[in-house]
């Protein structure tokens, strides 16, 4: 019961971290070997040396979360919101470490300008316990939107 | 303004610069689309994408849905995504395999791999003293007028007459020959599947981008920066190999506005333009030196040095198709309407070169080509402000006048002058085609 909360907790405040534009909160939740990785499909089984959406270690983090704040990422001056609900949250393997995994529900609805698009999936959580809480070692995000061409493209992580 | 639907288009545009018309009149796209994108070689895809008998992908060619597929004779063809009864499209996946034959959903109506009818559900009794029976050509699922494959590229064009696919790429199929060469068993190969995004402009505002040698600078600005913090702090951790891409992103902002005036730009007739000078130049870390051994095995050391010394960073292949060889990658331009355009950006990998070469381009590819861009999201934020702003009633004409004048007319080609690389020369040289292909 208390590692389901305590998961839980976790999921929302990462979705939180994502809605206030608080990015360098955001990658601190990552290990220092983190990956957050998004795959074209379903039928990926690794982000390493494949197309990828997103397939990123903390420095690619870094890059992307430097070139949103820089004034000039022309394409980020418009109005931008996100708001993301988490939910279906199931623990799925926990090692005697304490180390767990677990997969949830996402559903992302985003305002840019005048235009509103919905994302929805599913993430799987690999955390690894730290005498500080969770780190993520792996987050991979499958959209089901993936496979759809894009209107548009994504900034920032789902 | 459906009256320009037979306009004089060619005082639309003048050599330094173009009404704004060509870009938002819906008449003047509908024609682009047929005297265009309908007639001229269209890239359809590659065959690695379709390796076995009955394998199909879907294919946008102008305003028409088509099918490539894959024949039990090993061809591949082109057919009108079309049921001859009824136009039910026959079939609706983006890509699959259709078995012995296609067979509509609708009516049961089979045929062919080349289009050919099969069979007819009631051939003898419900077709008997019509019009029709089992040899009617306008039974048969239309094939595209001609289809061509050069080094596995396959294209078609909607036109039975026209310049044939190597007299109309000309000197752009150096991109396809650059690609393949650079393979030392001289073939690329498809790694599935492309990614897809849509830009809300016209989609000749892409193909203008691509060989726009000023804009990196600019509008990609916010990521060459951010690339450069990153790989600075990498380099201090002495993991030069690890920053090669970062350099790659970097390069938008450390390569200063005067230093993109090096590139050069060489202009062909029918759009077709090479933009030369390649930012990675010749590494020599120990990932491409165990490479270039690979490569002189299977070439020598001449040809080897005649191969990895063309020195192309992009080739515009008009009017939709834009091929970065030396990085394996490869942009179709699908005009989904006058406002909406759809991008397939696809990867290939080099057969017989060594897995870090195929993960270095794959990480150009995931970085500036993904749905997740770095680089592009800037690109189309720019594009639909374009696009958007031509609504307006501020001006009426688009300029190219950048370095007019200088630029160096050669043996039927357009060369921007020495140290004017960002010269505006591949925009006046695309709507000079376009002109001539719209008259």
């Known amino acids: 019961m208390k590692a389901q909360h305590d998961v839980e907790q976790f999921l929302y405040r990462q979705a939180e971290c994502l809605d206030t534009k608080n990015w360098q909160g955001w990658i601190d939740l990552f290990a220092a070997d983190g990956i957050y990785w998004m795959p074209p499909d379903a039928s990926y089984k690794t982000w390493d040396g494949q197309p990828a959406i997103f397939a990123e270690d903390k420095n690619l983090m870094t890059v992307r979360m430097l070139r949103v704040l820089h004034p000039d990422a022309w394409s980020q001056r418009p109005l931008w919101e996100t708001n993301h609900v988490v939910s279906n949250v199931v623990i799925r393997k926990v090692a005697k470490n304490g180390d767990i995994e677990v997969t949830s529900r996402f559903h992302m609805m985003e305002l840019r300008r005048d235009d509103v698009r919905h994302f929805a999936g599913s993430y799987f959580h690999k955390l690894k316990k730290t005498k500080k809480g969770y780190a993520i070692k792996l987050q991979r995000v499958d959209m089901t939107n993936a496979q759809a061409a894009y209107d548009y493209v994504l900034q920032v992580w789902v | ?439």
């Open chain 2, 1 to 439: 303004m459906a009256s320009q639907r037979e306009a004089d288009l060619s005082k639309f545009v003048e050599p330094d610069r173009v009404r704004k018309e060509v870009y938002t009149d819906a008449a003047i796209f509908e024609r682009e689309m047929e005297r265009i994108h309908e007639t001229v070689w269209i890239y359809c895809g590659h065959e690695s994408q379709v390796p076995k008998a009955g394998d199909y992908c879907q294919v946008q060619i102008g305003r028409q849905p088509m099918i490539m597929v894959r024949g039990k004779d090993k061809k591949v063809n082109l057919l009108y995504n079309r049921c001859p009864h009824r136009d039910n499209m026959i079939v609706g996946d983006r890509k699959g395999n259709t078995g012995d034959q296609f067979r509509c959903s609708y009516h049961a109506w089979t045929f062919h791999h080349d289009g050919k009818l099969k069979n007819i559900p009631m051939m003898e009794s419900g077709y008997a003293g019509t019009r029709l029976n089992k040899d009617s050509p306008e039974l048969c699922v239309k094939k595209a007028a001609r289809v061509e494959s050069y080094r596995g590229f396959v294209f078609a064009s909607l036109a039975a007459s026209g310049p044939s696919l190597k007299d109309f790429l000309g000197e752009s199929i150096v991109a396809f020959d650059d690609m393949c060469d650079r393979a030392p068993e001289g073939e690329v190969e498809v790694v599935p599947n492309c990614f897809r995004v849509i830009q809300h402009s016209n989609w000749k505002f892409f193909m203008e981008n691509q060989i726009d040698a000023l804009h990196p600078s600019v509008t990609h600005q916010s990521t060459g920066r951010a690339a450069h913090e990153v790989e600075k702090i990498l380099a201090k951790k002495a993991k030069a190999g690890e920053a090669l891409s970062y350099h790659m992103l970097s390069a938008f902002a450390t390569v200063t506005i005067d230093k993109w005036d090096n590139f050069q730009t060489i202009n062909y007739p029918h759009g077709h333009c090479i933009l030369t000078g390649y930012m990675g130049l010749r590494p020599q870390d120990p990932d491409t030196l165990a490479y270039d051994k690979v490569m002189i095995k299977a070439y020598g050391k001449k040809r080897f040095e005649e191969i990895v010394g063309v020195n192309i960073h992009h080739v515009l292949v008009y009017p939709g198709l834009s091929v970065q060889s030396p990085l394996q990658q490869l942009r179709a331009v699908r005009p989904l309407g006058v406002d909406r355009t759809l991008t397939e950006i696809w990867h290939f990998r080099l057969k017989g070169a060594p897995e870090p070469i195929y993960r270095r381009s794959l990480a150009y590819y995931n970085l500036v080509n993904s749905p997740a861009t770095l680089i592009n999201a800037d690109d189309l934020e720019n594009f639909w402000k374009c696009h958007t702003g031509l609504s307006s009633d501020g001006g009426d004409w688009v300029s190219f006048a950048r370095h007019h004048g200088h630029d160096i007319e050669k043996d039927g080609h357009v060369e921007s002058a020495p140290n004017q690389g960002t010269s505006e020369a591949p925009m006046r040289n695309q709507m000079k085609a376009w002109a001539e292909f719209m008259r």
